[in-house]
């Protein structure tokens, strides 16, 4: 199930959203052209690697930042580009521009460390912005439960666009996160997806989102369910 739009309506244009877009396109294809030698060293020093970080290696807490600007495939960067352009927009528009950066990349570091304290030993880089952006699912799942999202199905050879509330369809996302996550314990050092990076970023996102909605009470228009 792969979303590919949602009905949630915004106010405002989403320039924060397409920055973040723009400046991970512009990093991965930095990363394309690089020398394949120069590659490794860029990612060894720009991506987490969780024993740096539990080493008390103060150089390396800034690529808790940076390493959220960093893919590892077209595949990878792709999926994430899309998730941050169908959600972001709308946590944008309900946060506003710099309240919504700073929390994006909070939610990147907030994952970052879920992911170290799962594994605090090991030498694999992690990098990619799926954290941040699950965070910013986390939230919309807060704020926008009943609002509906395109999603395209694929199985066993059938595919269709169906239309799902968004409280399904991330659900079901978390769901499959968290399975993974308990999963992959006694494999993680050999690397693979960094799933608690996902699961930190996306329960920092649910706390962010029931903070929003206590500050600002009930949803009001034009947040609502279209006929």
């Known amino acids: 199930m792969i979303p590919i739009g949602d009905t ?12 973040l877009i723009a400046v991970n396109t512009l990093v991965w294809l930095y990363q394309v052209f690089m020398p394949a030698s120069q ?78 304290m799962v594994n605090p030993t090991s030498q694999v880089p992690i990098l990619g912005a799926s954290g941040a952006i699950a965070a910013v699912l986390g939230t919309y ?8 999202v395109r999603s395209l199905i694929i199985l066993f050879g059938f595919i269709r666009i169906a239309v799902l509330p968004a409280l399904l369809v991330l659900g079901m996302w978390f769901v499959l996160q968290l399975f993974n996550g308990v999963a992959s314990i006694a494999v993680s050092a050999s690397g693979g997806v960094a799933w608690f990076a996902h699961i930190g970023g996306f329960v920092f996102g649910l706390l962010a989102g029931i903070v929003s909605r206590g500050l600002q009470g009930k949803q009001t228009p034009p947040y609502y369910v279209p006929r």
């Not at 949630?8 to 920055?19: A, D, L």
């Not at 799942?141 to 509906?148: A, S, T």
């Open 39 to 116: 590659l490794a060293q860029f990612i060894r020093q720009m991506a987490i690697v969780p024993a740096r970080i539990t080493n008390r290696d103060t150089a390396a807490l800034f690529t808790l930042v940076s390493s959220m600007f960093m893919h590892g495939s077209w595949q990878h960067i792709i999926g994430n580009m899309l998730y941050l352009a169908i959600f972001g927009d709308n946590i944008e528009d309900r946060f506003g521009h710099v309240i919504y950066l700073v929390y994006y990349l909070l939610g990147g570091i907030a994952a970052a460390i879920a992911q170290v």
């Open 8 to 19: 949630t309506p915004r106010r405002r244009i989403p320039y924060v959203t397409w920055g």
């Open 141 to 148: 799942i807060v704020l926008f439960p009943r609002q509906k």
